[in-house]
């Protein structure tokens, strides 16, 4: 269903991805774990057609997604590690407008939103513009913005991120019901080993933009004589802790905040 | 359609939501028809031109679209800052019914503003002649509007963040708005000044306006009609490419 081969992407003289290659079957849970900065978030970017590769080849269900977006886009769904709501919108708004695009027909987006909205408790604050939320609220929407149409293949990038143990478990009950139910393709990254061993069938790690070992859970923890997946990622990855810089994001949020402050 | 149509009400519903902002950008419009307008009228009435108010209401409101409409496109920067582009983005929808989405809800906002500031301008003091040329004058502020949203979203698209921001307001955007006759007739001026007046967009629309609503016209109506009709599909065909070409 996803086929990578030789993948690069640089930028300038910085290589994020250097030279990857892995497949993911039709209805497969595959973890892609790796420490930050090791080039996760950059080859779902490319997977997804928000970046053009530097160069290799990558295939999803049969399509490029550099050239054909547009069929591409069709096929998949996506949570995103950082934030991608509109805080001006209410919660049904933003789902509603996702909806649309996806072009969910209006009664099925209305028994799914509500349906979504209440499995995520948020449909009491449905009505609430999206700047009132907390941090918490704000990534179980969009998680359930994610889930809202019903996707060949499912993009979590590292969804949960922030998410209480209660959260967590729903977003994990709802994924391997999508994948048992309707085959849904999921390609998952995460921080949580245990998430990855609970959920995923194959897993691959990634370090430094490259792949250096993948297979099951099982497979993993033999090849390195670890007793828990954990070892395993560790013996494999070091145990340096890596910084990404802090981006222009970053900055613009944090002033954004300021702003806000300032204000009310 | 449907696509079109979610992101022009997401547009609008920002829009409207922000009180503040609505009652912030009236503030320009109204120092310009308070201190310019009052301020220069009897020098102007002096040198024999007539009225300066009803000869400056039509470039106040040329300039409230402008600055609207080209903010409305330049938000794009802060949708990619905080996220919510990748969001359209990844839609299976084509880019350019995005980009067409967003300039039509910037280009509507910007109506708005301009629609207001014409009622403003009414209570200054502002007579409209011409009853009869109302649909060109409407005409005129939708080819502006339209116009300078696929502008700012088409320099959006090249911006990743905000610094570039002071460059283009005052190399670009307040130039194309002190240079366009909104302020000044366009008779006698330099050669240089007058060259440069010909070629801002901006001076199609504030003489479009003119001669829509006062009967007074330097280009004449219809090749100001021509003019803003070429340049804001030019601008559209632009946007669209260069927001098709974003990478995140």
């Not at chain 1, 407008?97 to 987006?109: A, E, N, Q, T, W």
């Not at chain 2, 320009?28 to 310019?36: E, G, I, R, S, T």
């Not at chain 2, 090749?223 to 559209?236: E, F, G, K, N, P």
């Amino acid at each position: 269903m996803i086929r990578v081969s030789n993948l690069v992407k640089n930028y300038g003289d910085f290589q994020a991805v250097r030279d990857i290659s892995f497949d993911v079957d039709e209805g497969e849970i595959f973890a892609f774990l790796g420490p930050n900065g090791a080039g996760k978030t950059t080859t779902i970017k490319i997977l997804t057609t928000l970046l053009k590769p530097t160069s290799g080849a990558v295939e999803l269900d049969g399509l490029d997604p550099s050239v054909q977006h547009n069929e591409a886009r069709k096929r998949f769904g996506i949570v995103f590690q950082d934030p991608s709501l509109d805080d001006e919108l209410t919660a049904y708004e933003n789902m509603d407008f996702h909806g649309v695009l996806y072009k969910v027909p209006r009664k099925i987006r209305r028994e799914r939103i509500e349906s979504l909205l209440k499995l995520f408790e948020l449909w009491d604050r449905r009505n609430d513009p999206v700047k009132q939320y907390s941090g918490g609220m704000k990534r179980r929407l969009e998680i359930a913005r994610g889930l809202l149409h019903t996707p060949k293949i499912l993009f979590l990038d590292e969804p949960t991120l922030g998410l209480d143990p209660q959260t967590r478990n729903q977003l994990w009950t709802h994924v391997k019901k999508l994948n048992e139910d309707e085959r849904v393709t999921v390609f998952m990254t995460t921080h949580y080993m245990e998430e990855a061993e609970r959920v995923a069938h194959r897993i691959a790690i990634i370090d430094h933009g490259k792949i250096v070992a993948q297979g099951t859970a099982q497979q993993l923890k033999e090849q390195t004589g670890g007793e828990t997946l954990e070892q395993a990622f560790l013996a494999l990855t070091g145990s340096t802790i890596r910084d990404e810089d802090a981006s222009s994001v970053d900055q613009m949020r944090s002033m954004a905040r300021m702003f806000r402050r300032g204000r009310s | 359609m449907s696509a079109i149509y979610i992101l022009w009400l997401r547009q609008l519903k920002r829009y409207l939501r922000s009180k503040p902002r609505i009652i912030a950008s009236l503030g320009q419009p109204l120092l310009f028809l308070v201190a310019l307008g009052f301020g220069f009228g009897p020098i102007f009435q002096r040198a024999g031109q007539g009225n300066y108010i009803q000869f400056l209401a039509p470039g106040v409101i040329a300039m409230t679209i402008l600055f609207t409409a080209v903010f409305s496109g330049i938000e794009l920067i802060w949708d990619r800052q905080f996220g919510f582009l990748k969001e359209t983005l990844v839609a299976p929808v084509p880019r350019i019914l995005v980009m067409i989405g967003r300039t039509l809800g910037g280009a509507t906002v910007a109506m708005i503003q301009g629609l207001i500031v014409i009622v403003i301008c009414l209570i200054a003091g502002f007579r409209v002649t011409n009853f009869h040329a109302l649909p060109e004058a409407i005409l005129v502020m939708v080819l502006v509007s339209i116009m300078f949203t696929a502008l700012g979203t088409a320099i959006a698209s090249v911006l990743s963040d905000f610094q570039g921001f002071q460059l283009i307001m005052n190399f670009l955007v307040m130039p194309i708005f002190f240079l366009s006759g909104a302020l000044f007739p366009l008779t006698n001026l330099p050669k240089v000044l007058n060259i440069i007046a010909t070629i801002d967009p901006l001076s199609y629309g504030v003489d479009g306006l003119r001669s829509a609503l006062i009967g007074v016209a330097h280009f004449g109506l219809p090749l100001d009609l021509a003019v803003l009709s070429i340049i804001a599909a030019a601008l559209v065909g632009l946007g669209s490419v260069l927001f098709s070409r974003i990478q995140l």
